[in-house]
Structures are given as C-alpha cells and as structure tokens.
C-alpha cells in the first residue's frame, strides 16, 4: 500500500498499473466533465474527511494530451478539489487511458451524482455528435425513452428553463409534462408559474393543473349554454356603491362582479388595478359569495353533473356574475386555497381569448 506521504516517482509511466501518489500541481480538472454543481457543504464535510484520514479511494486520471506529463480527472473531482482545499500536494491516482465522457456519466448516474440539467447536457452534446438516442442509452446503460424524455429538455419554453435551471425543479417527467402543457397553454402555464409556490410545483399538481385546463377547453361549449341562458344583461355600472335601484334578485356582490366584469371585458382596468381600487369590504362581499362556489367546487364528485344542475337552476352564466362562480367552482375542483387575485384573472384571461 503505498503511503499518503510519498512522492510520484520522476519516471513514472503513463501506463503503470495499480493506483500512485501524483502531484496535485500536474493533475487538472475535465473541462467536458457532466458534473457542473459541487454542493459546498458537502466539499467542506469531505475536505475535513480527507485532512483527517486521508484520501482512501484513488481517483482516475488519463495523460493529458495538449501537456505530456500532466493528467485530467477521469472521475474523482470532488476528492481532487477537497485534497486541493485540505492542503495536500499529492493524491493517490489510476490511469486510465480507455475512459470517455460516457464513462464520467455513468459513474456519477450509478451513484446518482448527476443533476437533471447536467444529464440533459451531456445528452445534447452526444446528439449534436450525431449519436442516436439508442445509441447514447446504450453508452450509459440507460433506456432510449430515458434519453428522449430527457432530450426534451434541450428546448424549453422560457418560464420552464428558468425552473428547470434553477434547480427548484428537477424531476425531468414533471418538466416534459410542463413543456408539453405550455405548447397549448402558455398565458396560462406562466402565470401559474408565477403564482405558484416552489412546493407546489410538483408532479401531482402540476397534472392536477393540466387537468384543470383541458376541463375549461370543455367548459367552452357550457359557456355558450350559460351565454344563451343568462338571467339578465350585464350594464355598465358606471360608479361605486352600485345603484339603489337595482333588481331585487341582485346581492351587492353580483354587481360588484358585473361591475369587475364590465371594466375587464372592456380593457379599462387590468386585474390587479381591480383589486387595488376595491374596498376591503367589497372584497369580503365578494369573496363570501365567491367561497360559496369555491367549496361546492371542492366538495364535487360529478363534475359534469353538477354544472348540469347549477345550470338549470340558473346559478351560472356566461358573463358578469355567473363568469365568476363558475370560474371559482372550476378552482373548487382544482385548488386547495381560495385566492379572489387569481380568480379574476382567470376570468381577465377568458376574455382575452
């Protein structure tokens, strides 16, 4: 066994067989290595380890082309930086000469080293090679789905890459599924991006999500139901209290909603120019009837029939108040939390369309 202490020999032969002690000052990281992300705490936990034991595993290097007498990191990156940091002048080495970038990934996927985008990174640099997807799997012992799921990955929408790379999502699946609902729902994805909480972009949500929005593209034929069942017009209500002598079967809150729906469809105010110009108190009136549709929306087991019937009660239309009940009975069905913001521009949405 050879010594943590002893120096490579002058002679030493690229070719020699068993693990020596090789100079730090000659050894230098693989610029195509996958890995790109070193977790700092655990490069200071390792670098303790070694400054106190030692480096016990030996890392793999191969000669250095474009400077004889030097090594590049086959694997061992990490013990190379913490032996680096802990102070010592040499590591124990193999050399390797037949090692590949495949072999870098598949040692760091075996012992899941690898984040997603470090995957889908060197996938993209093996297809722009001209390699298949088959033939990629093949070099890292993993399925060609498992390579074309990730390849997906390459070209995301904007909103997507940004989670994607930040790292706040890193399950490639729920990423594939995000990509694939922004190609028909865009406005939409981004802003629920927007709203939504780190610990709510996971895979069950995220298809809770999708689920929610082909719901509405089934909506649309309801929607032309409720516009031709409407109950009454919805008129311009020009300024706030709302008029004295509306109908009797308005609440306050169905004219506050006319009233939103009105300057919405219009363009004279934008979601959350609404929700400034409101009251505290009239956002609790509208909030109180709004809840009402919202947890009948939570408590759905038919969905079907249950619009069926609120249709032929007459509890939903297509424009002023009913475009709001209905849209917070569909966040009901889809979403734990009542939030009044989101669900006018939900509404806001609709209409742009």
């Known amino acids: 066994m050879i010594s943590k202490n002893s120096v490579i020999e002058s002679d030493f032969s690229p070719n020699a067989l068993g693990a020596s002690q090789i100079p730090l000052s000659l050894i230098v990281e693989d610029p195509t290595q996958p890995r790109k992300f070193f977790d700092p705490d655990s490069l200071a936990e390792l670098t303790e380890t070694i400054r106190t034991r030692g480096v016990k595993t030996p890392i793999s290097v191969r000669p250095n082309p474009d400077q004889p007498g030097t090594y590049i990191i086959n694997h061992g990156a ?53 390699k298949t997807h088959e033939q990629i799997g ?41 990509k694939s609902i922004f190609k028909k729902y865009p ?30 593209d089934d909506e649309k034929t309801i929607m032309a139901v409720l516009t031709q ?22 609440s306050d809150a169905d004219d506050l909603l006319i009233y939103i729906y009105v300057r919405l469809k219009k363009r004279t ?19 109180d009837a709004l809840k009402n549709y919202f947890e009948a929306g939570q408590k759905c087991k038919d969905l079907f029939h249950s619009i069926l019937n609120s ?39 609709n209409l742009s369309k």
């Open 269 to 287: 105010h934008q979601p959350k120019d609404i929700i400034n110009k409101l009251s505290d108190k009239q956002k609790d009136i509208i909030s």
């Open 78 to 130: 990490r013990r190379y930086r913490a032996s680096r940091d802990a102070g010592l002048s040499s590591i124990p080495a193999y050399i390797d000469t037949d090692y590949s970038l495949a072999d870098q990934v598949v040692e760091n996927l075996q012992r899941e080293g690898l984040t997603s985008r470090e995957v889908v990174d060197y996938i993209g640099r093996e297809i722009a090679s001209g």
């Open 229 to 250: 069942q409407a109950s009454f017009s919805t008129p311009d209500i020009a300024d706030l209290p709302v008029k004295k002598n509306a109908r009797k079967h308005h």
């Open 187 to 216: 406005l939409e994805l981004t802003d629920w991006l927007k709203y939504s909480k780190p610990d709510d972009i996971t895979r069950t949500k995220i298809q809770q999500f999708r689920k929610f929005l082909e719901s509405r």
């Open 311 to 349: 249709l032929k009660a007459g509890e939903f239309d297509g424009t002023g108040r009913g475009a709001f009940n209905l849209t917070a009975f569909f966040f009901g069905v889809n979403k734990k939390e009542f939030n009044l913001e989101m669900i006018i521009h939900e509404v806001f949405l």
């Open 138 to 178: 093949k070099l890292i012992g993993k399925s060609s789905s498992y390579v074309s799921l990730h390849a997906a990955a390459l070209d995301l929408p904007e909103p997507v890459a940004k989670l994607f790379n930040s790292g706040r999502l890193t399950d490639i699946a729920a990423i594939f599924n995000l």
